[in-house]
Nanobody
Framework: QVQLVEIGGGEVRPGGSLRLSCEAS?????????TAWYRRAPGRQRELFAR???????DYDANVRGRFTMARDNPNKIVYLEMNDLEPEDTCVYYC????????WGQGTEDSVSS
């Protein structure tokens, strides 16, 4: 059974930083997965903002480019998200996503940016 467990996040002031990790289990050949981070702002739909394809292609949405960094550790099956210079607009529930034959989601982590 595939399981994605998100760890980290929380509440921070504007300009601060947060780090999320997503640990996968039950998936073989993690290096053959597409991985991504989505987020859902209050009252809005879940949106893709960072991804690493199985070919290693890394892409960010313009709203986070230069502030957020996504990385993955294939041997340990972990996906990371480093978020810097956070803004109130980054207040969202964050979800990790892995695609390997099927689509798999983390449980969601609520991150808040406020003064």
């Amino acid at each position: 059974q595939v399981q994605l467990v998100e760890i980290g996040g929380g509440e921070v002031r504007p300009g601060g930083s947060l780090r999320l990790s997503c640990e996968a289990s039950g998936i073989s050949d993690f290096n053959r997965c597409t991985t991504a981070w989505y987020r859902r702002a209050p009252g809005r739909q879940r949106e893709l903002f960072a991804r690493i394809t199985l070919e290693g292609y890394l892409d960010y949405d313009a709203n986070v480019r230069g502030r957020f960094t996504m990385a993955r550790d294939n041997p340990n099956k972990i996906v990371y998200l480093e978020m810097n210079d956070l803004e109130p607009e980054d207040t969202c529930v964050y979800y990790c996503y892995v695609q390997r034959i099927g689509d798999y989601w983390g449980q969601g982590t609520e991150d808040s940016v406020s003064s």
